[in-house]
Every structure is written in C-alpha cells, then in structure tokens.
C-alpha cells in the first residue's frame, strides 16, 4: 500500500503524489472500496481517484536519481523506437505511452526529435500526430526526470535536447 505524501508515476497521467486513501463518497452504498487520492503534477490540479486494490498493476516507482542522470548522460545508447510510417505509428506511440516506461519513453523521445529534426532538414513538416505524440511523451519523461534530479522541467529538456543535438541524424 502507498503512504499518503509519496510520488509515483501511474500509467499515461505520469508523476503523480497520493495525497489521501479515502472511501470516496460518489461510491453506492454497499461498493465502499478504499481509493488513492492522488494529485498530478503532469496536468496541473487534476485530481485522480485509483482503487487501492489492483493498483499495483498501474503504479510504479519515480526513477532514481542515478538512473535518470545516466538516461540523459548515456542518450546514445538508448534505443530508439523503430515507427511505421503516418498514422500506422499512432497505436505504437500510445502503447509506449500508456506503458509510460522512462527508458521506452526517452527512446521515444529521442525517435521522435530525429525525425522532426530530419523533416526539418528535408524542408518537410512534421506530422501533427507525432507532434502530439511527441509534446505528451515529453512532458511524462521530463517531469519525472526533474523531480528525480529536484530540478525544473525546463532544465531537463534542454539537457536532453542539447544532448540529442549532437548525435547524427541518419540512422546505422
């Protein structure tokens, strides 16, 4: 069970703080189950209602501090996400989303920023979906990264933006 106060990352809404376990009044009589209430610091003030039990399945751990720094130090060694072309690449993103895993997510990341860079030099645009793929994997990774270094989002991206500027663009 999870102690109100700490920081966990759940599923697609990201890093998130239990802030309470409650019998939520909006349940019938009769189905009173125990639930985390839980705040997120991805989408500012939403409030998240988890069922205690089952939650295990959907919860894990924020990433260490060693092992975030090693992330963005050692980007290059982090796979990418190979994507199909269009829209055939949507089901793949948001399963990588849904699964919110730090070292799939910085892969994502990564793939994403090489093809817009590529896109870019290419004097083409980039797709709206892998835009909107892209913005929301960014955001779950860095915050989760800036409150395992206790730092600012802002610092995170542009480490790892800065870090990714200098690997090649074309792929092995």
Do not use: W
Request: proline share 3%.
């Amino acid at each position: 069970m999870l102690n109100i106060g700490e920081c966990v990352i759940y599923g697609s809404h990201g890093l998130c703080q239990v802030r309470e376990i409650l019998v939520p009044s909006f349940l019938e009589r009769g189905k009173e189950k125990q639930y985390y209430m839980m705040i997120s610091a991805v989408d500012a003030g939403s409030v998240l209602y988890v069922p205690v039990e089952g939650a295990e399945d959907k919860i894990r751990e924020v990433t260490g501090a060693d092992n975030a720094e090693d992330l963005i130090e050692d980007i290059e060694e982090v796979d990418e996400i190979l994507l199909p072309e269009g829209k055939k690449a949507e089901p793949a993103m948001l399963e990588i989303i849904k699964r919110n895993d730090v070292e799939e997510m910085m892969g994502l990341v990564k793939s994403l920023r090489k093809i817009k860079a590529t896109r870019e030099a290419q004097g083409k645009r980039f797709a709206t979906l892998n835009e909107r793929y892209l913005n929301l994997a960014e955001k779950l990774l860095y915050t989760e990264l800036a409150y395992s270094l206790e730092t600012e989002k802002e610092t995170i991206k542009r480490r790892v933006l800065e870090m990714l500027s200098e690997l090649p663009l074309e792929t092995a």
